[in-house]
């Protein structure tokens, strides 16, 4: 199977009340713990790479496995780029074969947002590429971005409704109380603002910041019209985890499979979890022999 546009796979999560999972990936490892997981789970998933990701493994090499793995996958699969605010670099995953991108514009002002975010839809639409959009400031480490916790301003839903008209995206990042990274004390999602957001705009929601957000949370969120969730943080933290344990057990270990073959087993079953609490497990099948497919 080729890349699917994430439009598709949200428009059928938006239909069937659920999310599809966006998982963030630098390495061989954890991107086929994301496949591996997904296919366990009979579950449509949206690969991400940030541009640190691309600037570490290379657009060429990343394209490369995620083809391997859309190839060899029994589930629909969509590349996506994770908060692209360098247009040149955007205009370059259209052309390598990515299926979805996201323009960041959420630190510039409204109308710049706007103006960038068009140019971006323009350009993808074309190759049938789907685009994400950014309204508010979701707070955290956005690669060079660093927004203050009290600076983050929550995504306002009339602002909402006049972006998605001007634009034309196929799906919006929203802010509403959650943070890249990890948390401090338990996130407060504000779900009034949600609910309204979603009354405002037809588009499907994206979740950031969704590591360490507690799942009753999810399942709220998910209740309130969010379709697509981002999960970075929890995949690190078990990937990593399992790596500390590995060394620990066998401080002489050299063998690097012997390290990250854990490691990826590790990444799985989180990722395996969080497929299951967003309610996209068994979702591949409606896909099958689909269409709509093919991006
Ligand atoms: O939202 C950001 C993602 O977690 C990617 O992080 O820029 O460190 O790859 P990164
Ligand atoms: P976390 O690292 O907090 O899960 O955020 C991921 C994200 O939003 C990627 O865009
Ligand atoms: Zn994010």
Avoid: W
């Avoid at 990826?264 to 068994?282: D, Q």
């Amino acid at each position: 199977m080729s890349f699917v546009p994430a439009s598709v796979l949200l428009r059928a999560a938006q239909s069937g009340g659920y999310a599809v999972g966006a998982f963030n990936c630098s390495n061989m490892e954890i991107m086929q713990a994301i496949v591996r997981a997904a296919e366990a789970e009979k579950a449509p998933v949206i690969l991400q790479v940030s541009q640190g990701a691309i600037k570490y493994a290379g657009l060429e090499y990343l394209v490369a496995m995620a083809r391997a793995a859309a190839r060899q996958a029994a589930v629909p699969i969509a590349l996506h780029l994770d908060h692209g605010t360098d247009v040149g670099l955007i205009l370059e995953c259209v052309q390598a074969g990515f299926s979805s991108v996201m323009f960041d514009g959420s630190k510039l002002p409204l109308e710049q947002n706007i103006v960038l975010t068009r140019q971006v839809v323009e350009a993808s639409r074309r190759a049938r590429v789907s685009v994400e959009a950014e309204l508010g400031r979701i707070s955290g480490a956005e690669d060079d971005i660093a927004v203050g916790e009290h600076e983050a301003l929550f995504t306002d839903p009339e602002e909402a409704r006049f972006f998605v008209e001007q634009t034309g995206v196929d799906s919006l990042a929203v802010a509403i109380g959650t943070a890249h990274g990890r948390y401090r004390g338990e996130p407060k999602l504000d779900f009034e603002r949600l609910s309204r957001i979603s009354s405002s705009i037809s588009t499907p929601i994206v979740l950031h910041g969704s590591s360490g957000v507690p799942d009753e949370a999810i399942r709220e969120a998910i209740k309130r019209g969010v379709r697509k969730i981002n999960i970075d943080t929890d995949i690190r933290q078990a990937f990593i985890g399992a790596v500390r344990q590995a060394l620990a057990k066998d401080p002489e270990e050299i063998d690097p499979r012997k390290i990250l073959g854990p490691a990826r087993e590790a990444a799985t079953e989180v990722i395996r979890g969080k497929i299951r609490l967003f309610g996209s497990s068994g979702k591949a099948e409606f896909f099958h022999g689909n269409r709509v497919l093919g991006g």
